[in-house]
């Protein structure tokens, strides 16, 4: 792990608004960690949410592809992968420059955490449903030693 990496809570933040802000600052070329990528916000009604999830893991074939994330730390980094360029190699050094975790591992507890106040969802009146709950509705199941 870099010394310069930037680390972002991501506990609370609405998942849009968060993936533009990172995307725009790895292609700075800044170093980004994400941190509870299960607590994340996804803004709408819940049932019409997770429809939209389960038709879209209809695309595809299960061997040939598309492949579509379930854990919320693949959602989240598939999210940002969407707004980079990824097939120039400015967009491919920018998300090797990204890494997301479920949770808030031990080795970043005595660092400094960050927020993106922008993308904060403390203001938002609509209904939502969190990327962790999402995920649970599409298929994902925690692992013994991690619980939402």
């Known amino acids: 792990m870099p010394e ?15 993936a533009s802000i990172i995307a ?6 800044e170093t980004i960690i994400v941190l509870n990528a299960e607590k994340t916000v996804i803004s ?5 949410i997770v429809k939209d999830a389960k038709t879209f893991l209809e695309v595809g074939h299960p061997r ?7 854990r919320p730390d693949k959602i989240v980094r598939r999210t940002i992968r969407g707004m980079l360029p990824r097939k120039k190699p400015k967009g491919q050094q920018a ?7 479920l949770g808030t591992p ?3 507890n005595e660092k400094e955490i960050q927020t993106i106040l922008e993308a904060s969802a403390t203001k ?3 209904p939502y449903i969190t990327v962790g709950e999402l995920a649970k509705e599409i298929g994902w199941t ?3 030693e991690y619980v939402v």
Do not use: T
Not at 4 to 18: E, F
Not at 24 to 29: C, E, F, W, Y
Not at 64 to 70: E, I, L, N, S, T
């Open 124 to 126: 938002l009146k609509s």
């Open 142 to 144: 925690p692992e013994a």
């Open 95 to 101: 998300y090797k420059r990204l890494k997301v975790f």
């Open 4 to 18: 310069n990496a930037v680390i972002i809570d991501a506990k609370g933040l609405i998942l849009g608004r968060m």
């Open 44 to 48: 709408g009604k819940r049932l019409q």
């Open 24 to 29: 725009k600052r790895l292609l700075q070329g």
């Open 64 to 70: 040939k592809g598309p492949y579509h994330p379930r």
């Open 106 to 108: 031990s080795e970043f």
